[in-house]
């Protein structure tokens, strides 16, 4: 109709396009949101816990990818790696010395424990259960051995204190895989006399040494000259019951060269060896005719 208002609805097309990117963007917040909120990760390694309005699940998580509930449950990662700790450590030998160390410590979370630690222990024991279990173990077995036994047997006062903090920890709730004791300081004192201590064993055991090689060669000695003297004497009864046996001694030690013989007045000959190269042709000894000849 000519003449008649009407009134028509004015839409702003140059807003449409932007409430729309708004409303995209709304959109997609909310779905990241929601998948963050909705879903975890364990990383390798760790066991997750979850807690719900305050209430620690009984159960862990395994590692990787699952579902929780929004906004509501949070899951806490503990690591079940083997991990190294240091502490220092200061105790007294059983001579009332005062001994400071350094210990490194080896230990890990068993995946059953993760749930219980993480109540008892937010979730790291080590300043709370292990560290003073361990210098605990340390001090008691060094007030066992004096200090000079603690530094020359320190591995036998490393493994008595593994046990011994293995058995007040308990294997089943932690495993303390290993310790080490480094850095053993004593009083500057104690060391100088440890030190001389040390020099003075070594020179006794080394003069022990030289007494026992002398005595060892006496020993010897004796035992040779006793065993000459009775070839001797072995030699000398069996020459005087057999005389023939100085022909064998003869015969063994001959070098090779001619015997000569030398007659004396007393009738008696003498054998001697004589270099058969050197040699000279004997003379002829003087000939005496027959007394009747002489007549």
Sequence with gaps: MKGSSYNRPVIDLDGLPLARIIGVGILIFVVIVLATSTTYIVQPGH?????????VSPAFKPEGFGFKQPFI??????????????????????????VRMDVQVLYRVP????????????????DNL????????IKEVAATQSAEQIVKNRETVKQRSLALAQRKIGTN????????????????ELEQ???LKMVQEQDASKAKFTQLKAQIEAETAII?????????EVRGQALRANPDFIKLEIVQTWNGKSPLVVGSESG????????PASARPATPAPTRAPASRRN
């Design 47 to 55: 066991r997750g816990v979850a807690v719900t309005l305050g209430k």
């Design 130 to 137: 292990i560290a003073p279990r361990v210098q605990e173990a």
């Design 111 to 126: 995946e059953q424990s993760v749930v219980k630690i993480f109540q008892e222990y937010a979730g790291e024991p080590f």
């Design 193 to 195: 006399a440890i030190e």
């Design 73 to 98: 449950t949070q899951i806490h990662a503990t690591p079940v790696r083997q991990r190294t700790r240091r502490t220092p450590a200061e105790c007294y030998s059983s001579d009332l010395q005062q």
């Design 268 to 275: 008696a000959n003498m054998l001697m060896s004589v270099d």
């Design 173 to 188: 709730f932690l495993d303390v895989v290993d310790i080490v004791l480094y850095n053993i300081a004593l009083s500057p």
């Design 224 to 232: 040779r000259a006793k065993g000459e003297a009775e070839a001797i």
